[in-house]
C-alpha cells in the first residue's frame, strides 16, 4: 500500500515546488477523481445499503450539499431545476448516470430529457423510474445530518405530485447512502490529503515563529490575519476564519463558550504566552481543520518550562486513547464513552468533540462527541465507524500548573484516517509545543 501511495503521488503531482495548480490542472484533477468516485465507489455504496435509485434533485444557487459535490469542476452551480438519477442495474454491474436536463452534466452524467418531446421535466423523471422499476428509490432527506437532508420541500412536494402510487411507497431515505459518498475517501484523495495537511503544518509553523511574531508587539488578531493572506497568496481558501488565543500565567482559564466562539480578542503576545490557533484549508475539494500550540520563550529560555511540556504530552495521551478505541461499525458515542472513562481512570480531564472531515469541513459521519455534549450526541453520534474515512481528531484536557497557580487547556486537532490497517494520522501530529523565540533572542 505505501508503494501505490507513493506511486500515485509521483503520477499526480498536487503541489509542484511548494505552489498550487493552476485552476485548469486543478479542474482535471477533480474531474479525474469525481469520475473514480462514480465509477467505483458509488456502486459499493448503492450495493451496501440497498439502494437501486438515487435521485438528487436542486436549483440553482440553492443546492443539496450532496448534489454540489457531483458537479463537475465547469458548473460552480446546478443549473436552474437539476435532476440527477443514480440506477444501479446489478445484473449488467454498472451505475446508470441520468440526468433530467437539457444537456450533459461533465463527462459523467448523460441527459436523459428531450424536452422538445417530454416538455414536463417531472414527466421525464418518473418516465426514467418506471423504465428501470426500481425496489428502494432513495431521496436526500434526514434527520440527523444536514448534508444528507438536501431535497427542499417545494422539490420534494412537487416530485410526490408527479410520481404514481405505486412508487411512493418505494422512497426511503437516502441518509446512510448521502453520508457514505460524502464521508469515504479514494486513494488518490488520500494523497491530495498528505500534502495538504503537510502545507496546513507548515503555515502553521510559519505563523508561529519569529517571521510573524514580534513578541510585545504583535497581536494575537495580527496573526489571524496573516494566516488568511498567506492562504489566500497561495491560490487556495480557509473555509473558516482561523482563530489564534493565548493563555499566560496571571490569567484565568476561560469558560468553553468563550474558547470556542473566539472572544479572546486582539491581545498583544508576550513572552511566556501558550499560544493555541484553529486553522483548516480547502484544496481540491478537501478540507483540513488543524489546532496546535506554541510557547513564547522568555528571554534566557531555550526550551518550553518542562510543566508546560508535560501538559502537553497529556494532550498527545488522549489523543491515543482516543484513536485506540477506533473499531469498524462501532458508533460515535460508544467511542466517546469508552475514551472519555480511559481518559479518567489515567488521571485526565478530557472533552473529545472529534468529526468527520473531507469534502466538507464539519462533514457527514459518526459524531464523535461535541463540546457541549460530552455524553453523546443523539443521531449523528449513532452512525457507525466505517473504513476509508477522515476525521478531525479534536479535543482537550485541562491541567493543573501549581507554577502558574491555575489550570490551562491543552486544545489539539489533527486530521486522522481511518482504514483497513487502522489508525494513523494523515500526515502526523503535532508531539512538542512549536517555540518562538522573544523579540530579543529572535534579532
Not at 431515505?173 to 486513494?187: K, P, Y
Not at 483497513?420 to 512549536?434: C, S
Amino acid at each position: 500500500m505505501k508503494n501505490l501511495f507513493i506511486l500515485v503521488l509521483l503520477l499526480f503531482p498536487f503541489f509542484i515546488n511548494g505552489q498550487v495548480l493552476s485552476e485548469k490542472e486543478r479542474s482535471q484533477i477533480n474531474d479525474q477523481i469525481l469520475g473514480e468516485r462514480f465509477d467505483q465507489l458509488l456502486p459499493v455504496l448503492m450495493d451496501r445499503t440497498g439502494i437501486d435509485m438515487w435521485v438528487l434533485i436542486s436549483r440553482e444557487y440553492n443546492e443539496d450539499p450532496v448534489l454540489k459535490t457531483m458537479l463537475p469542476s465547469t458548473w460552480l452551480n446546478a443549473r436552474r431545476r437539476t435532476i440527477l438519477v443514480f440506477y444501479r442495474d446489478k445484473d449488467k454491474n454498472l451505475v446508470e448516470k441520468l440526468a433530467v436536463a437539457r444537456y450533459d452534466i461533465g463527462e459523467h452524467i448523460q441527459s436523459a430529457w428531450n424536452k422538445e418531446e417530454q416538455p414536463d421535466q417531472w414527466q421525464a423523471l418518473v418516465k426514467i423510474i418506471k423504465d428501470r422499476d426500481p425496489a428502494k428509490i432513495g431521496i436526500n432527506k434526514s434527520d440527523n445530518f444536514g448534508i444528507a437532508d438536501g431535497l427542499v420541500k417545494t422539490d420534494h412536494d412537487a416530485f410526490l405530485k408527479a410520481l404514481p402510487a405505486t412508487y411512493k411507497n418505494r422512497l426511503i431515505s437516502a441518509e446512510e447512502l448521502a453520508v457514505g459518498w460524502i464521508e469515504t475517501r479514494t486513494l488518490r484523495e488520500m494523497v491530495i490529503y498528505s500534502d495538504l495537511v503537510n502545507i496546513t503544518h507548515d503555515i502553521i509553523a510559519e505563523a508561529f515563529s519569529s517571521k510573524v511574531i514580534k513578541p510585545g508587539i504583535t497581536t494575537t488578531d495580527d496573526v489571524v490575519w496573516w494566516m488568511r493572506q498567506k492562504v489566500t497568496d497561495m491560490g487556495m481558501e480557509t473555509w473558516f476564519h482561523p482563530t489564534v488565543d493565548i493563555q499566560r500565567t496571571n490569567e484565568a482559564l476561560v469558560d468553553h463558550i468563550t474558547a470556542f466562539s473566539g472572544k479572546d480578542g486582539d491581545d498583544v503576545i508576550l513572552p511566556g504566552d501558550l499560544l493555541h490557533c484553529d486553522f483548516g484549508i480547502t484544496y481540491l475539494n478537501l478540507n483540513t481543520d488543524c489546532q496546535q500550540m506554541a510557547y513564547v520563550l522568555k528571554a534566557g529560555e531555550e526550551k518550553a518550562p518542562d510543566f508546560l511540556s508535560e501538559a502537553f504530552r497529556k494532550g498527545n495521551q488522549l489523543q491515543d486513547i482516543l484513536t485506540s478505541n477506533f473499531e469498524t461499525g462501532k458508533p460515535g458515542n460508544i467511542i466517546l464513552k469508552k475514551s472519555l472513562q480511559e481518559a479518567k481512570n489515567a488521571g485526565l480531564k478530557p472533552s473529545i468533540y472529534t468529526h468527520p472531515l473531507g469534502l466538507y469541513g464539519h462533514s457527514a459521519g459518526p459524531t464523535i462527541g461535541m463540546w457541549d455534549q460530552q455524553n453523546g450526541v443523539p443521531g449523528t453520534g449513532d452512525y457507525p465507524l466505517y473504513e476509508n474515512t477522515v476525521y478531525a481528531i479534536e479535543l482537550n484536557t485541562e491541567v493543573e500548573i501549581p507554577e502558574w497557580n491555575k489550570t490551562v487547556r491543552i486544545m489539539l486537532e489533527e486530521a486522522g484516517f481511518w482504514g483497513e490497517d487502522g489508525f494513523r494520522y494523515v500526515n502526523d501530529r503535532q508531539r512538542n509545543l512549536i517555540l518562538i523565540p522573544s523579540e530579543k533572542e529572535a534579532n
